[in-house]
């Protein structure tokens, strides 16, 4: 096994989802955003970054979130907090930012002018897209499914194509990045929690979030106490949840 492999397995190992956190008297607040930043580096569904970050630093909001989130420990002994956030109400900017940037690449790549596989290239984030985000009341979604039941009979064909379809997609590109993060808190000596466990409307109006905006967990950043770990890690037997075909 490669040295690094053995980092990452002894990080692996490490991290848990912590309880309970030591009260810091200081607290290095680089590590949340050199974390936030590799965050943001994950990979995410056709590159749509249908993501944000929201980070609590300040103790009265700590204090009000802590009650937000049902009143967890892992919470209220946080020395920090970051929500995150699926924002799939912004497809159509993400899909505009993809674009400019794509193209800037490709104008670089082949001296100022696009080529036709460019331009092609180009309608995955101009037409497919779009077409895949949107739901036209539920009537285009319908249009969607039954167009790609007919052209899998036959070639594979993705049956994911409605709206809700592609928020699901949102939501795990977001866990993706959550996990980058906390693996990244993990490596930076810390600790972190995640939690699903919180009142949704309560956290909105805390941090004024936009009411298109949902709430994929709120994870809390800190120094594990000697009590953070409620017990050992449980888990099925690997066999139950791995096949080899």
């Known amino acids: 096994m490669k040295d690094t492999a053995i980092v990452f397995d002894a990080l692996v190992q490490h991290r848990r989802a912590v309880r309970v956190f030591e009260p810091l008297e200081s607290f290095d607040k680089e590590v949340v955003r050199r974390s936030l930043e590799r965050a943001v580096l994950s990979p995410n569904s056709s590159n749509m970054q249908l993501w944000e970050f929201v980070r609590i630093t300040t103790p009265a909001l700590k204090e009000q979130m802590g009650q937000a989130c049902l009143g967890q420990n892992a919470a209220k002994t946080a020395s920090e907090l970051v929500v995150v956030l699926v924002r799939r109400d912004l497809w159509k900017k993400r899909c505009e930012q993809v674009v400019e940037q794509q193209t800037a690449v490709f ?51 993705s049956r994911q194509v409605t709206s809700h379809d592609m928020r699901l997609s949102a939501h795990r590109s977001a866990a993706i990045a959550a996990q980058t993060f906390m693996m990244s808190i993990t490596a930076e000596g810390y600790d972190s929690c995640p939690m699903e466990g919180f009142d949704s409307k309560r956290v909105h109006q805390i941090l004024n979030l936009s009411s ?26 690997f066999e139950e949840v791995y096949r080899e075909v």
Request: glycine share 10%; no cysteine; charged share 25%.
């Open 212 to 237: 298109k905006a949902e709430i994929a967990m709120v994870i809390a950043v800190g120094k594990r106490s000697s009590k953070g770990v409620y017990g050992p890690r449980l888990r099925v037997p």
């Open 107 to 157: 104008k670089a790549d082949a001296g100022g002018e696009l080529t036709d596989k460019h331009k092609r290239l180009l309608k995955y984030w101009e037409v497919s897209m779009p077409l895949l985000h949107k739901s036209g009341f539920g009537f285009l979604n319908v249009f969607k499914r039954v167009m790609a039941f007919f052209q899998g009979l036959s070639k594979p064909t």
